[in-house]
């Protein structure tokens, strides 16, 4: 079993910025790809970035539309993943989960994701 805790959503004003993370338990965190997914009112949940990390190397992946913007890192030794977000708009609106995958060929897929945290509410202004 993997718990999943969220925490760093807030309310900002355009252009600024957050950082979500998400702390896990679990002896093998490293093992995990981690995703990060987001619900906007009326929306389907939908990707926004995924990372996982196999014998040293890091891969990460993002929705196209947070390209450039947002950054997905993880700290194995903290158990810890974070989601970086820069420049954020009020399309950035939404509940933002962290997600758990022991294993999954497809890193954008929720479906492939057994593990999800309750949510942090990201609300941005213009």
């Known amino acids: 079993q993997v718990q999943l805790v969220e925490s760093g959503g807030g309310l900002v004003q355009a252009g600024n910025s957050l950082r979500l993370s998400c702390a896990a338990s679990?002896?093998?965190?490293?093992?995990?790809?981690m995703g990060w997914f987001r619900q906007a009112p009326g929306k389907e949940r939908e990707f926004v970035a995924a990372i996982n990390w196999s014998v040293g190397n890091t891969y990460t992946y993002y929705k196209d539309s947070v390209k450039g913007r947002f950054t997905i890192s993880r700290d194995n030794a903290k158990n810890t993943v974070y989601l970086q977000m820069n420049s954020l708009k009020p399309e950035d609106t939404a509940l933002y989960y962290c997600a758990a995958s022991s294993f999954t060929k497809s890193p954008t897929v929720q479906q492939d994701y057994a593990y999800w945290g309750q949510g942090t509410q990201v609300t941005v202004s213009s």
């Open positions: 679990g002896r093998t965190f490293s093992s995990y790809t």
